[in-house]
């Protein structure tokens, strides 16, 4: 059995004076390729006087671009989303041989793929002292990949807001 959830995402701007809007890209909306079955999506754009063109880029995820012609004290994003929340098994996939024990290496192709996720931007002391930390040793990757799922779920905070709006 499962559930169906809605699911509403707003963002508003209020402006003191009228202001020319440049064009905008959104990415509120769930990708093709999700598995959650999606039963239904809007999106309703304040002002309404606007040109709207759907992208995907090249990972198939969906954007939608606006031009907006007139100057508009506001802005408004309204994004309502209807999804079934049914089990889905996380180990529904199979993982190469190559790539059963961690560390490995990466075919050329892949690699050239994944270079923008290879990238190491970030550096701060913390991150550094935490990625330290893991314990690398696990027998599989998979296992690696539990534990560390695992780790980051006990010790990230994570706040359930339901007030509308922001808070601090």
Not at 56 to 62: I, M, V, W
Not at 104 to 114: G, H, I, V
């Amino acid at each position: 059995m499962s559930i169906q959830i809605a699911i509403q995402h707003k963002t508003s701007y209020q402006f003191d004076k009228l202001v020319q809007i440049h064009p905008h890209v959104f990415r509120l909306r769930p990708a093709p390729h999700t598995r959650t079955p999606v039963l239904a999506y809007s999106m309703k754009i304040q002002p309404e006087e606007h040109f709207i063109n759907w992208q995907q880029d090249p990972f198939g995820n969906y954007q939608a671009r606006l031009v907006f012609n007139e100057p508009s004290r506001k802005l408004d994003v309204t994004v309502e989303v209807i999804a079934e929340m049914k089990v889905i098994n996380p180990f529904d996939f199979f993982v190469e041989e190559r790539a059963e024990k961690y560390p490995f290496q990466y075919s050329e192709q892949n690699a050239r793929e994944l270079v923008p996720y290879l990238e190491i931007n970030e550096d701060g002391p913390l991150l550094k002292e935490w990625v330290k930390s893991v314990d690398c040793s696990q027998n599989t990757t998979i296992d690696l990949l539990v534990d560390l799922n695992a780790r980051l779920c006990n010790e990230l905070d994570y706040g359930i807001r339901l007030e509308p709006g922001m808070s601090q």
